[in-house]
């Protein structure tokens, strides 16, 4: 009687969108009974919800915490938190394809186009077992060298060998998959005074937001430059890597030159330290979560510039979340056609096609389209903490300046 009633939901339980949900769900809850454990914890206050939501921010890679990671947790808590984040930096999809191919099975073709999608955002070949153990390998290799420029650093700050060591390892892990978690109780602010460390965990995030494919093939591209065999005919770099990569290079670039315009805050007290934690914090605004100055005290128009960068995000098939960076290249090239009034639209001398257009333009639909949307805080004058400023509001498609502040909410909530 049983199988009979569930008969019709068998065929669902082989698809990867399946696996994938149900994946990320039983990973958050293995990770929240881990972390409930007497020895994931130093004091034993961590209950359940906020286990959970631990578990959830570091499968997601969100980086949202409600408890202080280098505090609340152990030593094995923090592992645990950091293996979360690798798994869902990497997606349940990729381990449980590599549990396959360590064990000889062959995935299926549907599983093999969902994985292959993710990655390389183009059609499925016949090298798929290749390049997905080179992924893991580059993946591997960037997170390994990470760790030992963060961990010489630390140990020429002479921070102690092993906490030096773990830190290393958990925060070139937590960069990497744009997790933006730390075991330190002012994130990065501690460490902004180090070159190394502060130009490493920039490159981490910067490399794991620029999406699976595109290191692929930078790295292959590479090699082969190094190795001269581009002499003999190069394998151009595809549209979509090109595409991603003058996004990123862009945005990073708007902002940093942005943040240093509408100001940070106080302790930033020289140009030098003004314009390093204005590029780590654009970079890092977009897809990481870390910090390097006081978000709560920086002035509402940066504010709104970082919240910009975080609504735009990383690249598709990366660890980073958002709009992604594809997705704005094609909003503003769709922009672009429409003041022309040219009917195709075209990015770096290539037709986008109508199929990807549509799906490009549901999520800022449904942003854009709503008559509630807040539009965003915008403050004038450019000032420091307590001054009163301006709002521009959206709602049933009129704009309205009201004074005083609000954070992602839908309602207006004062200075």
Not at 51 to 67: H, M, N
Not at 72 to 81: K, S
Not at 210 to 234: A, D, I, Q, Y
Not at 245 to 260: H, S, V
Request: aromatic share 10%.
């Amino acid at each position: 009687m049983a199988r009979e009633l569930f008969r019709p939901l068998l065929p669902y339980g082989k698809m990867p969108q399946t696996l994938l949900i149900g994946g990320f769900a039983g990973i958050i809850l293995v990770g929240t009974l881990l972390l409930l454990l007497p020895w994931s914890q130093t004091k034993g206050e961590v209950g359940f919800v906020d286990a959970l939501f631990t578990s959830t921010s570091a499968v997601c890679v969100t980086g949202l915490v409600v408890v202080d990671t280098g505090t609340a947790y152990t030593l094995f808590g923090q592992t645990v938190i950091v293996a979360l984040i690798q798994i869902g930096g990497l997606g349940i999809m990729t381990f449980a394809a590599l549990a396959y191919l360590m064990l000889g099975r062959r995935l299926s073709l549907a599983s093999q186009a969902a994985l292959h999608d993710a990655f390389f955002q183009r059609d499925l070949g016949i090298e798929f077992r290749k390049k997905f153990f080179q992924i893991l390998l580059i993946t591997a290799s960037i997170e390994l060298i990470g760790f030992f420029l963060i961990f010489l650093a630390l140990l020429w700050r002479q921070a102690p060998a092993v906490p030096a060591l773990f830190s290393a390892f958990f925060h070139s892990i937590s960069a990497f998959c744009n997790a933006g978690f730390s075991i330190y109780k002012d994130n990065l602010i501690g460490l902004r005074d180090s070159p190394v460390i502060m130009a490493t965990v920039m490159s981490l995030i910067v490399l794991g937001g620029l999406g699976h494919m595109v290191v692929f093939e930078v790295w292959h591209h590479g090699r082969n430059w190094f190795s001269r065999k581009h002499r003999s005919g190069p394998n151009p770099i595809s549209t979509h890597s090109r595409v991603v990569l003058r996004t990123t290079l862009a945005l990073i670039t708007i902002g940093w030159l942005g943040i240093i315009l509408l100001g940070q805050t106080p302790s930033e007290d020289t140009w030098g330290m003004k314009l390093s934690c204005a590029l780590f914090q654009s970079v890092t605004a977009r897809t990481a979560g870390f910090n390097t100055v006081d978000i709560g005290v920086m002035p509402l128009a940066s504010l709104l510039l970082i919240t910009l960068l975080m609504f735009i995000g990383g690249s598709p098939g990366s660890c980073a979340g958002g709009v992604k960076t594809t997705g704005l290249a094609i909003t503003l090239a769709e922009f672009k056609a429409k003041l022309k009034g040219e009917e195709q639209v075209v990015i770096l001398d290539r037709r986008v096609p109508k199929p990807l257009l549509d799906r490009t333009m549901v999520l800022s639909d449904l942003v854009y389209a709503n008559p509630n949307f807040l539009f965003t805080p915008l403050r004038l004058p450019f000032g420091g903490k307590g001054e009163s400023g301006w709002i521009i509001e959206q709602r049933n498609g009129h704009l309205a300046k009201k004074d005083g502040a609000f954070i992602y909410s839908a309602e207006l909530v004062r200075a």
